[in-house]
């Protein structure tokens, strides 16, 4: 599946513009990726296509101070030790989690769109990285398989502060294309 910029863009825009989020591409650099993952969170890259993310903290008053806000500053040993690999269904359904607080597919009540409706534009985000790419994540809700995420589970947990230092729960998706470093996280606070 390919996909171009107006549909990725509608797509990134529609399923996260309710939450709290950061959701951006960079190009990938680095044989270890998370290097770019720290450009990421430093906005030290532009989207090496030119499309549009989200970023709700980018006028915030505390980046003129603390321009990784609200990502911590953090070694990459830090940050790839509260990364785990999933695969590709589980990076549809933790995209479709990360839509609102809580990283639970109850947060797809709020759509009016049907659930395939809303997997379709998670599975149009993901085709920007190709058939290749590989899926990160803090988020740890085991699946009966190594490497998936369980959302009809009760139980669940993800690297608390793995990347912030102000908010209570932050988690998300890094998706690794041979080109690309994409980042989608969202961010609560209760």
Known sequence: MSVDQIA????????????????????????????????????????????????????????????????????????????????RASAENLLLALTDDCCTLSNLKRFTESEEELRAMARTILARYGDEATYHTNVKKPGHVRGTLDFTSSSWAYSPLALTNDYSEDCGLIVVSGTEVGMFWNFSDY
Not at 59 to 82: D, K, L, N, S
């Open 8 to 87: 990725w863009e509608a797509a990134v825009r529609h399923l996260f513009e309710d939450a709290f989020p950061y959701d951006a591409t960079g190009p990938r650099r680095h044989e270890d990726w998370i290097l770019d993952v720290l450009a990421l969170m430093a906005r030290a890259v532009p989207d090496p296509r030119g499309w549009t993310g989200l970023d709700d903290t980018a006028q915030t008053p505390e980046r003129e101070t603390y321009p990784t806000y609200p990502f911590g500053v953090h070694p990459p040993e830090y940050i790839a030790a509260r990364l785990h690999e999933i695969d």
